[in-house]
Protein backbone atom coordinates (compact mmCIF):
# COMPACT_ATOMS: atom_id res chain seq x y z
CA UNK A 1 0.00 0.00 0.00
CA UNK A 2 1.52 3.49 -1.05
CA UNK A 3 0.96 6.12 1.74
CA UNK A 4 0.73 9.75 0.71
CA UNK A 5 2.97 12.23 2.66
CA UNK A 6 1.72 14.67 4.91
CA UNK A 7 -0.02 17.79 2.11
CA UNK A 8 2.74 20.69 2.22
CA UNK A 9 1.72 23.95 3.66
CA UNK A 10 1.89 26.95 1.05
CA UNK A 11 2.91 30.28 2.66
CA UNK A 12 2.53 33.11 0.13
CA UNK A 13 4.69 36.35 0.16
CA UNK A 14 2.81 39.44 -0.74
CA UNK A 15 5.74 41.91 -0.89
CA UNK A 16 5.77 42.60 -4.35
CA UNK A 17 1.69 43.52 -4.70
CA UNK A 18 2.84 46.47 -1.88
CA UNK A 19 6.31 47.05 -4.09
CA UNK A 20 3.95 47.57 -7.27
CA UNK A 21 1.72 49.90 -5.06
CA UNK A 22 5.07 51.75 -3.60
CA UNK A 23 6.07 52.47 -7.07
CA UNK A 24 3.34 55.37 -7.60
CA UNK A 25 2.53 56.09 -3.81
CA UNK A 26 -1.18 55.38 -2.89
CA UNK A 27 -3.21 52.16 -2.13
CA UNK A 28 -3.46 50.47 -5.41
CA UNK A 29 -2.43 47.81 -5.47
CA UNK A 30 -3.44 46.60 -2.33
CA UNK A 31 -0.89 43.94 -0.73
CA UNK A 32 -4.02 43.38 1.90
CA UNK A 33 -6.70 42.32 -0.58
CA UNK A 34 -4.03 40.02 -2.15
CA UNK A 35 -3.53 37.69 0.98
CA UNK A 36 -7.32 37.82 0.78
CA UNK A 37 -7.21 36.21 -2.66
CA UNK A 38 -4.49 34.14 -1.75
CA UNK A 39 -6.52 32.90 1.19
CA UNK A 40 -9.39 32.25 -1.00
CA UNK A 41 -7.13 30.55 -3.55
CA UNK A 42 -5.45 27.96 -1.34
CA UNK A 43 -2.68 29.71 0.64
CA UNK A 44 -2.20 27.75 3.93
CA UNK A 45 -0.66 31.20 5.19
CA UNK A 46 0.66 34.49 4.19
CA UNK A 47 4.47 36.05 4.47
CA UNK A 48 6.04 39.31 4.39
CA UNK A 49 8.49 40.60 4.92
CA UNK A 50 8.84 44.29 6.73
CA UNK A 51 12.27 46.18 5.95
CA UNK A 52 14.02 48.68 7.13
CA UNK A 53 14.13 51.12 4.53
CA UNK A 54 9.98 50.07 3.64
CA UNK A 55 10.21 49.03 -0.16
CA UNK A 56 7.43 46.52 0.37
CA UNK A 57 4.96 45.75 3.28
CA UNK A 58 4.61 49.09 5.54
CA UNK A 59 3.66 49.33 9.11
CA UNK A 60 0.25 49.37 8.72
CA UNK A 61 -0.13 46.60 6.27
CA UNK A 62 0.82 44.06 9.04
CA UNK A 63 -1.62 45.75 11.89
CA UNK A 64 -4.34 45.20 8.52
CA UNK A 65 -2.92 41.40 7.82
CA UNK A 66 -3.40 40.77 11.18
CA UNK A 67 -6.54 41.50 11.51
CA UNK A 68 -8.80 41.71 7.98
CA UNK A 69 -6.78 37.56 6.64
CA UNK A 70 -8.20 34.75 7.96
CA UNK A 71 -4.53 32.75 8.06
CA UNK A 72 -1.73 32.89 10.30
CA UNK A 73 1.10 35.95 9.06
CA UNK A 74 4.88 34.74 9.14
CA UNK A 75 6.27 38.40 9.27
CA UNK A 76 9.90 38.09 7.46
CA UNK A 77 12.61 40.27 9.67
CA UNK A 78 15.90 41.36 10.51
CA UNK A 79 17.14 41.03 14.21
CA UNK A 80 16.98 44.59 14.91
CA UNK A 81 15.52 45.99 18.02
CA UNK A 82 13.62 47.73 15.57
CA UNK A 83 12.05 44.58 14.08
CA UNK A 84 11.91 42.99 17.28
CA UNK A 85 9.50 45.65 18.83
CA UNK A 86 7.14 45.63 16.10
CA UNK A 87 6.90 42.13 16.02
CA UNK A 88 6.30 41.74 19.95
CA UNK A 89 3.43 44.47 19.43
CA UNK A 90 1.47 43.28 16.60
CA UNK A 91 2.35 39.64 18.06
CA UNK A 92 2.27 37.50 14.23
CA UNK A 93 2.05 33.47 14.37
CA UNK A 94 5.63 33.59 13.23
CA UNK A 95 8.77 35.26 12.88
CA UNK A 96 11.58 34.40 10.44
CA UNK A 97 14.92 36.05 10.70
CA UNK A 98 16.29 37.04 7.65
CA UNK A 99 19.43 38.49 6.68
CA UNK A 100 18.99 42.02 5.45
CA UNK A 101 21.29 44.48 3.58
CA UNK A 102 19.82 48.05 2.38
CA UNK A 103 21.39 47.82 -1.28
CA UNK A 104 20.40 44.61 -1.73
CA UNK A 105 17.11 43.39 -4.48
CA UNK A 106 16.32 40.54 -2.84
CA UNK A 107 17.36 38.63 0.27
CA UNK A 108 20.98 36.87 -1.08
CA UNK A 109 21.07 33.83 1.02
CA UNK A 110 20.70 32.07 4.02
CA UNK A 111 21.00 33.79 7.77
CA UNK A 112 24.98 33.01 9.28
CA UNK A 113 23.31 31.60 12.01
CA UNK A 114 26.12 29.60 12.65
CA UNK A 115 28.72 33.06 13.21
CA UNK A 116 25.52 35.32 14.98
CA UNK A 117 24.68 32.59 17.77
CA UNK A 118 25.13 35.59 20.54
CA UNK A 119 23.64 38.72 18.55
CA UNK A 120 20.33 36.11 17.64
CA UNK A 121 19.54 34.83 20.88
CA UNK A 122 17.84 37.22 23.30
CA UNK A 123 15.76 38.14 19.66
CA UNK A 124 14.83 34.17 19.21
CA UNK A 125 13.95 34.05 23.38
CA UNK A 126 11.89 37.53 23.22
CA UNK A 127 9.66 36.04 20.15
CA UNK A 128 9.19 32.70 21.57
CA UNK A 129 8.42 34.15 25.12
CA UNK A 130 5.70 36.13 23.52
CA UNK A 131 4.32 33.13 21.65
CA UNK A 132 5.70 33.67 18.25
CA UNK A 133 6.78 30.54 16.29
CA UNK A 134 10.44 31.44 15.18
CA UNK A 135 12.27 30.43 12.50
CA UNK A 136 15.75 30.92 10.68
CA UNK A 137 16.36 31.32 7.06
CA UNK A 138 19.67 29.35 5.91
CA UNK A 139 21.31 27.42 3.90
CA UNK A 140 21.10 23.78 3.90
CA UNK A 141 23.97 23.10 5.52
CA UNK A 142 24.77 21.39 8.81
CA UNK A 143 26.50 23.93 10.21
CA UNK A 144 23.57 26.06 9.93
CA UNK A 145 21.60 23.63 11.59
CA UNK A 146 23.26 22.93 14.60
CA UNK A 147 23.37 26.81 15.07
CA UNK A 148 19.85 26.30 15.02
CA UNK A 149 19.53 23.75 17.49
CA UNK A 150 21.53 25.67 19.85
CA UNK A 151 19.08 28.58 19.38
CA UNK A 152 16.32 26.20 20.04
CA UNK A 153 14.33 27.79 17.07
CA UNK A 154 11.51 25.84 16.65
CA UNK A 155 11.38 26.18 12.81
CA UNK A 156 13.75 27.10 10.09
CA UNK A 157 13.50 27.43 6.35
CA UNK A 158 15.73 26.78 3.91
CA UNK A 159 17.32 29.08 1.21
CA UNK A 160 16.17 26.96 -2.30
CA UNK A 161 18.27 30.02 -4.37
CA UNK A 162 21.05 28.48 -5.60
CA UNK A 163 19.11 25.27 -6.66
CA UNK A 164 16.46 27.48 -8.47
CA UNK A 165 18.91 29.15 -10.75
CA UNK A 166 20.50 25.45 -11.87
CA UNK A 167 19.86 24.03 -14.69
CA UNK A 168 17.72 20.62 -14.26
CA UNK A 169 20.46 18.38 -15.61
CA UNK A 170 22.33 19.78 -12.89
CA UNK A 171 20.38 20.17 -10.17
CA UNK A 172 20.12 16.86 -8.33
CA UNK A 173 23.58 17.26 -6.09
CA UNK A 174 21.73 20.92 -4.67
CA UNK A 175 18.50 18.70 -4.84
CA UNK A 176 20.25 16.43 -2.66
CA UNK A 177 21.98 18.67 0.12
CA UNK A 178 18.41 19.82 0.77
CA UNK A 179 16.39 17.11 1.43
CA UNK A 180 19.92 15.71 3.37
CA UNK A 181 19.28 18.46 5.77
CA UNK A 182 16.29 18.57 6.07
CA UNK A 183 16.18 15.08 7.47
CA UNK A 184 19.12 16.40 9.86
CA UNK A 185 16.59 19.05 10.90
CA UNK A 186 13.85 16.89 11.98
CA UNK A 187 16.22 14.10 13.32
CA UNK A 188 17.11 17.46 15.74
CA UNK A 189 12.94 17.94 16.75
CA UNK A 190 13.34 21.07 14.12
CA UNK A 191 10.61 21.51 11.38
CA UNK A 192 11.67 22.45 8.10
CA UNK A 193 10.51 24.82 5.65
CA UNK A 194 12.13 25.94 2.02
CA UNK A 195 11.67 29.23 -0.06
CA UNK A 196 12.96 31.43 -2.74
CA UNK A 197 12.96 31.22 -6.45
CA UNK A 198 10.71 28.65 -6.26
CA UNK A 199 8.41 28.77 -10.04
CA UNK A 200 5.74 26.35 -11.24
CA UNK A 201 8.58 24.52 -13.50
CA UNK A 202 11.12 23.53 -10.44
CA UNK A 203 8.59 23.29 -7.19
CA UNK A 204 7.66 19.51 -8.15
CA UNK A 205 11.11 17.90 -6.57
CA UNK A 206 11.47 20.20 -3.85
CA UNK A 207 7.99 19.79 -2.81
CA UNK A 208 8.67 16.31 -3.40
CA UNK A 209 11.13 16.71 -0.33
CA UNK A 210 8.95 14.14 2.39
CA UNK A 211 10.44 16.19 5.32
CA UNK A 212 9.60 19.43 4.00
CA UNK A 213 6.47 21.28 6.07
CA UNK A 214 6.04 24.19 4.26
CA UNK A 215 7.16 26.14 1.27
CA UNK A 216 6.92 30.24 1.20
CA UNK A 217 6.38 31.54 -2.43
CA UNK A 218 6.02 34.86 -3.87
CA UNK A 219 7.70 36.81 -6.46
CA UNK A 220 7.08 33.96 -9.12
CA UNK A 221 3.39 33.87 -8.25
CA UNK A 222 2.82 37.78 -8.13
CA UNK A 223 4.47 37.93 -11.42
CA UNK A 224 2.61 35.12 -12.92
CA UNK A 225 -1.03 36.82 -11.48
CA UNK A 226 0.00 39.85 -13.91
CA UNK A 227 -1.00 36.90 -17.18
CA UNK A 228 -3.58 34.61 -15.28
CA UNK A 229 -4.77 36.81 -12.09
CA UNK A 230 -3.36 36.06 -8.52
CA UNK A 231 -6.20 33.07 -7.80
CA UNK A 232 -5.07 31.13 -10.65
CA UNK A 233 -1.07 31.43 -9.91
CA UNK A 234 -1.63 30.61 -6.17
CA UNK A 235 -4.18 27.40 -7.01
CA UNK A 236 -1.73 25.80 -9.60
CA UNK A 237 1.23 26.33 -7.62
CA UNK A 238 -1.08 24.53 -4.79
CA UNK A 239 -1.80 21.66 -6.83
CA UNK A 240 1.72 20.95 -8.06
CA UNK A 241 2.70 21.06 -4.64
CA UNK A 242 -0.31 18.57 -3.88
CA UNK A 243 0.63 16.54 -7.12
CA UNK A 244 4.37 15.91 -5.63
CA UNK A 245 3.34 14.33 -3.12
Known sequence: MNLRLPALRLGVNIDHVA???????GDHPDPVQAAQIAAKAGADGITAHLREDR?????????????EVDLPLNLEMAATDEMLAIALRHRPHAACIVPERREERTTEGGLDAAGQVDHLLPFVEQLLAADIQVSLFIEADAR????????????IEFHTGRYAHLAEDVRSPELAR???A???AVKNGIEPHAGHGLTFDNVGPIAAIPQLVELNIGHFLIGEAIFGGLANSVAHMRALMDAAR
Open 19 to 25: TIRNARG
Open 55 to 67: RHIRDEDIARLMG
Open 144 to 155: QIEAAIRLKAPM
Open 178 to 180: IAD
Open 182 to 184: AAL
